[in-house]
């Protein structure tokens, strides 16, 4: 009995050891799983390919802000940016990306901007706004290309294209989805 008892009480001091462990383990995985989420939450959704326009070269950070405050000749840029240029086909296209900290904040963001657009300062023209795929769509044209702004999630989206498969590449990029 004396034996068994031993036997016993190793097994009990060895699993909880691994009761420790397994606590333990389980703390540090929450919390890479934690830091990691939130830092993918805050990646845009940027697609490999726009309609048949391959992605050529991605700009984001403090270099993607920089281009975006100075095309705007102000502050509006949120730091988590991004610049995306696409080509092929003999097609263009750009895709601006900001990445706000909630939904509410790029709506505001993007209903400021439609506030400016309306504007006749401005080298667009044509401006509107449309609903497509049950969301609100700006849209107008300049600089030889057609120009559509919206929000998805907490990601303020503007992509300038050419005119010709204009409509086409709006609706590949509004059915783009989590491609972090």
């Not at 400016?116 to 497509?132: A, G």
């Not at 998805?152 to 992509?159: E, N, T, V, Y």
């Amino acid at each position: 009995m004396i034996k068994s008892a031993g036997l016993f009480q190793g097994s009990e001091i060895k699993a909880k050891r691994a009761v420790k462990i397994l606590l333990l383990f389980s703390v540090l995985f929450c919390s890479v799983f934690f830091v990691y989420g939130s830092v993918c939450a805050d990646r845009a959704l940027i697609p490999s390919a726009i309609l048949h326009m391959d992605k050529q070269e991605v700009k984001s950070g403090a270099e993607a802000a920089g281009i975006i405050d100075r095309m705007h000749h102000g502050r509006v840029a949120t730091g988590n940016d991004y610049i995306v240029r696409y080509e092929g086909n003999g097609n263009s296209s750009t895709l601006y990306v900001s990445v706000y900290e909630n939904n509410d904040m790029a709506v505001s963001a993007m209903e400021d901007m439609a506030r400016v657009m309306r504007k006749t300062d401005h080298d667009f023209n044509h401006f509107m706004k449309r609903m497509v795929r049950d969301r609100v769509v700006y849209m107008a044209l300049g600089q030889g290309q057609a120009h559509y702004f919206f929000v998805r999630d907490k990601d303020l989206i503007w992509l300038a294209v050419d005119t010709e498969v204009a409509e086409q590449a709006l609706e590949d990029v509004l059915l783009t989805e989590d491609i972090r």
